[in-house]
């Protein structure tokens, strides 16, 4: 699995598990409501912005919901998760 396929996994599971659409996850996390599909499209993103955005998914994971195998997860943070900027 691939970076990039393994951070659209997770950005469909956790639409799924919070019961968003894909653009308010993407306004959430790069404050862009079109990011998330551009990066489906093939749209490159770098690896920092990549990493401060799975921490994201990480730090606001819903509860109850598991994270999908084959996935790395990092370990939460102690700050305030923050836009990937």
Known sequence: MTL??????????YCRAAGIAEATLS???FRDGK???QIREGSDI????LDVAV???SDNWP????W???AVR???STKIAEAAE
């Open 4 to 13: 990039i396929s393994s951070f659209l996994l997770l950005a469909e599971t």
């Open 27 to 29: 306004s959430r996390m």
């Open 35 to 37: 990011r998330i599909g």
């Open 46 to 49: 770098g690896v920092r912005r």
């Open 55 to 57: 921490q994201w998914l």
């Open 63 to 66: 509860e109850g919901f598991d």
């Open 68 to 70: 999908p195998a084959g």
């Open 74 to 76: 990092p370990e939460p």
